[in-house]
């Protein structure tokens, strides 16, 4: 087992954990994202069909209205959005949805290190995230 740690900026503080839900495209949670069942909808989208509950996303940045805001504090009160997430660059847009949703959040973290399915413990207060990978 490969566990590694990098070191970001707290965006929302918290301290989660869970597998990671990887994407290098970003998402809007204004269309990406169905609010009420907590699954991928873009079509053509790289991860389209994968299910937020539960995981820590990790995803470049975010695009789109600020009316994802909203939404993803929509999917994370109707109990299927993420534990946390992890950006490249956080944008207002998610930073405001994850505020208001309590949800934790670190960006200045090179994503490219990070696959779907390593298991993540992000201590977002402190900027740290811990990546665990089942050996390759």
Known sequence: MKTFEMKGRKIVEGVVEGEALVTSEPISFMGSINPKTGYVIEKGHDIEGAWLKDKILVFPCSKGSTGGSYMLYDVVKNGVGPRGIINIEAESIVVIGAIVAK?????????SKIK?????YLDATNGIVK??????
């Open 131 to 136: 990546v665990q990978r089942k050996d390759d």
């Open 103 to 111: 949800l934790p959040m670190v960006d200045k973290i090179d994503i």
């Open 116 to 120: 779907t399915g390593d298991y993540i």
